[in-house]
């Protein structure tokens, strides 16, 4: 491996265009890979949210940011141009700060979201309908022929809060989304992986002309600062990414100034292995939960598979899951690395005692820690089988390298098993057919499906859930829609 570039860790949040401390102080970001102190990073008080804000409100108000189209334009063209040049610092602090092994920040973590997170958002400003014509109509109540428009205009203040698991990416999308759409943001990254989010507002500081308080990036070891954001009545829309429960929270919180929100939240996902599929692909769909450690809304954690072919998919995901190790996440060829947080470790391990206590078979991994890792917050990839759907394991989202594999008899239960689950996220659909596999596809409650090992990912791709995986989607077009709100006009015809 060539020498690693020099890493310039951002210590300051910024607020109103400039880099700040924080009025509690400093906190500290560890390497979850070797428990190792990164940096020191400002601890925001409530008091610095609210200046965050005020800033944001004020930017909104008071300057034309949200109506003048191309100057936004341009200053997102200036923040891509600004990533690009910093791109190789931003993949060592992922590394460093996040734990995800170094081959998927050339994927999802990194290069894939910066390649578009910005740019579609950005060529969106000018092909959007800002502004649509109903046509004209006699309106009988008034008694007048009118001309009818219909206008697209920012939400106004928008709170981001953004997880540990892929927080450039998550981050980058927001950001790109709600600031074409001319509105202003607080950023509120997760107290553990918060030098991204730093590093963005030094770089928004520094090399691009968006003015101070459109973005404001505000850190604290509490996670409850960001609370302040749910509670305000000077923020008009609370875009999330993170846990259901938090999820849950944030709507009961919001619903007192009526907050506009978007939720990306908890999945557990299926693959349903038909009959007919190619079964050493198939079953290669089991690995998903490996990578990054299984820290991914999306990923893949129940696999079925039908009972006539059953153990034979089992022996390949056994084969599967003893070549797969934890390892450092500098080393090009790791897959899984380590878990966010030792709390997150003791998590998943405590989900794995749950299923062993519940009669599942642990075919591979288990609660102990793996070989040659001493330091860091490393879990063994771990199989179950024989898993029952009602089975906690195959209910609750692990967040972690655990897949469950659990036998169906028939498509029509397999169906049924997919979508007995309180979320709705993501799936798969593995078959010798396509039209087979899409017509199961179509049997699904979930919101983003992928066929023979397919993934649509992108920033055009709408992206969330249905029932408890959210309310919303990010990306494409329709998430472009939910940061605008939609004003009728009507005049009379001329």
Avoid at 198 to 216: C, H, K, M, Y
Avoid at 234 to 250: C, E, L, N
Wanted: glycine letters at 10%.
């Amino acid at each position: 491996m060539s020498e690693l570039p020099q890493v310039r860790f951002e210590s300051r949040m910024m607020i109103d265009g400039k880099l700040v401390d924080g009025q509690a102080g400093t906190f500290a970001n560890i390497n979850p890979a070797t428990e190792e102190l990164i940096g020191e990073v400002a601890d925001a008080s409530p008091a610095d949210m609210h200046r965050a804000i005020d800033a944001a409100r004020r930017a909104f108000d008071d300057t034309d940011w949200s109506a003048d189209h191309a100057f936004r334009q341009r200053c997102l063209r200036q923040l891509q141009e600004a990533l690009e040049s910093e791109r190789e610092e931003l993949r060592e602090e992922l590394i460093a700060e996040v734990g995800c092994p170094r081959a998927i920040t050339h994927g999802p973590q990194l290069d894939a979201p910066l390649s578009d997170a910005l740019n579609y958002p950005a060529q969106l400003i000018d092909d959007y309908p800002w502004e649509t014509s109903l046509g004209d109509a006699f309106v009988s109540v008034t008694g007048v022929n009118t001309t009818r428009r219909v206008w697209r205009e920012a939400v106004g203040v928008v709170g981001a809060i953004v997880p540990w698991n892929f927080p450039f990416e998550v981050t980058i999308h927001k950001i790109g989304q709600a600031l074409a759409t001319g509105n202003t943001v607080v950023l509120k990254p997760a107290p553990d992986t918060p030098f991204n989010a730093t590093s963005l507002g030094r770089l928004i500081a520094e090399n691009t002309d968006i003015p101070a308080g459109v973005v404001n990036v505000v850190t604290a070891s509490d996670p409850l600062i960001g609370e302040e954001l749910t509670l305000s009545p000077k923020v008009d829309m609370i875009s999330f990414t993170g846990s259901t429960a938090v999820g849950k929270r944030i709507m009961e919180k919001g619903a007192a100034t009526m907050k506009r929100l978007f939720l990306e939240l908890g999945g557990k996902s299926a693959t349903i292995v038909l009959e007919d599929a190619d079964f050493a692909l198939g079953c290669m769909m089991g690995i998903a939960p490996c990578m990054h450690a299984g820290q991914g809304c999306a990923n893949p954690t129940r696999l079925l598979l039908p009972r006539s072919r059953y153990d034979e998919g089992v022996g390949i995901l056994q084969g599967i899951y003893e070549g797969v190790a934890p390892g450092d996440p500098q080393n090009p060829a790791t897959l899984c690395g380590p878990v966010i947080s030792a709390k997150q470790r003791d998590r998943i391990r405590g989900y794995i005692q749950k299923g062993v206590e519940e009669g599942a078979r642990l075919l591979v991994g288990g609660v102990e820690p793996p070989e040659g890792l001493e330091r860091g917050f490393y879990v063994r990839p771990t199989l179950f089988t024989d898993v029952d759907n009602s089975m906690t394991i195959a209910q609750e989202e692990i967040f972690g390298p655990v897949l469950a594999v659990i036998p169906y008899d028939d498509e029509d239960h397999a169906v049924r098993i997919a979508n007995d689950s309180v979320y709705g996220l993501a799936g798969n659909v593995m078959s010798g057919s396509l039209d087979h596999a899409l017509a199961v596809a179509k049997r699904l409650r979930a919101g983003f499906l992928g066929i023979n090992g397919a993934a649509g990912y992108g920033a055009d791709t709408p992206f969330g859930g249905y029932k408890a995986s959210g309310v919303g989607r990010q990306n494409g077009v329709a998430g472009f829609d939910q940061y605008t709100e939609i004003k009728s006009v009507a005049y009379p015809a001329v």
